[in-house]
């Protein structure tokens, strides 16, 4: 387990492409989640550094291919080794 960052946590509603919701503690979000019934997935990140830096720092990700190299990856990336919730409906699955 990281100990040396600090974390929040993103939630990111079904077909979108950006947040709608930050917070402190897993429990604080899911609360809110469930408050307004939504479905999407509530993901654990590290502050200060990005997906892509964080999960290669820990072993999650290594680069293989040229275009793991590129801005636009980078910009996109994302990593199912990070602490990640999916709900429906408000409901943890």
Avoid at 31 to 40: I, N, Q, R, Y
Avoid at 54 to 64: Q, V
Wanted: glycine residues 10%.
């Amino acid at each position: 387990m990281d100990t040396k960052h600090s974390f929040i946590w993103v939630f990111v509603g079904e077909n979108s492409r950006f947040p709608s919701g930050l917070f402190v503690s897993f429990e604080v979000g899911k609360e809110w989640v469930a408050l307004h019934k939504l479905s999407g997935v509530l993901t654990k990140y590290p502050l200060n550094e990005g997906a892509y830096d964080w999960a290669i720092a820990n072993g999650l990700f290594l680069p293989k291919k040229p275009e793991h190299y590129s801005p636009m990856f980078i910009g996109k990336f994302t990593c199912a080794g990070m602490d990640h919730f999916h709900f429906e409906d408000g409901v943890l699955e």
